[in-house]
């Protein structure tokens, strides 16, 4: 399909516009509900297991197979499916925020998304607005998004999106030992193509986007900031601007003024009915302690920085041995010559990466790689 830069006089914020596709279709047409962290509690509950400060949310009522099958059928009859019946449903994964199914026809197979409300209504919009996108403006392969609800006011009484099925592929974790170089180079120069084509997207805005249907187009921007950051807990219900925002500090200052609130949420827990803080179900990190005391110096002036070797800087002059010869001498202990082999070869991927970036002439070529600036 034909893309094109919007201007700015195409509406407020308009980074871009496309015709108006097929897909998706949007169930509810409307702004977002006013938050109630009880029916979010209703849903989820946030647990701290591994810190105060990286609560999870998760699930109380996972949605059941059934009431999903009765939701997609109505959309399953455009796409070939003539009975409810031809339809079967099965969990397939869970992650941070979601949890994913499998809906299966006589006609093909597809991926029903449903949503925590962590961020209820704008981290729907957003998600999908971001994956069409990045399917109108690169040739990053994206799942088309056949139809989504932001609303919870269905009979799941959750957000959900239904989208295609990918078939082809599998995890890099579970191919990169047993993977040829050659073919893993060619992989990383993927990789760096597909970074510079979002890297060409320019925004001039902190925030998340999202996308609007005007007439025969489809718009663009970037508004609210859907981030973990201000909306993990109660934080939804501090008064504090959520984006877009034009400067950075300005960001940074809502983070600051969010964490601020959050703080003191701790002290006042046992006056709040807002607040759930488990104690006893915190994990401690591990802890590595000093065995002697460190030397002390007596200022600044007289502190010389040690010389470091960044073992990785594609520049570095190579030592005299091949690491490949290096490691094959290693070889009967297999752990230490994959592990060698690896950091060797990730040393030289990420000189491709960045040599490809280059070639493609991405804003970041030279962003990402040059030295750390220099403190007097």
Known sequence: MDTQVASYGDGPNVLRKVPRPLYSVQIYIGGPPPFSLEAQRKVLKWTHERGYFIPDPNWLNPPNVEGIREIVWPFMKPLGTKNIEDISVAFLADGGFNRVYTVDTLKGSYVFRVALPVDPHYKTESDVATTELVRHFTTIPVPIIYTYDSSANNTLGLEWILMEEITSGKELDDSWETMEYDTKVRLTETVADWTAQLSNIIFDKIGSIYMRFEQENLLFFVGRSVNYLLTQENRLLFDAPRGPFVMLESYYAVLLTIAKRDVEAVTQADESDLFEFELGKIQLEPALFLTRN????????????????????????????????????IKD????????????????????????LKDLESPLADAVWDDLPEFD
């Not at 110096?297 to 073992?311: A, C, G, Q, R, T």
């Open 294 to 329: 460190p030397d002390l110096i007596d200022s600044v002036e007289n502190f010389d920085e040690p010389e470091k070797e960044d073992l990785a800087d594609p520049e570095r002059q190579p030592d005299s041995e091949d690491p490949e010869e290096a490691a094959k001498a």
């Open 333 to 356: 202990n297999e752990e230490w010559y994959t592990r060698n082999l690896n950091d060797y070869q990730c040393t030289m991927l990420r000189q491709t990466f960045q040599e490809k």
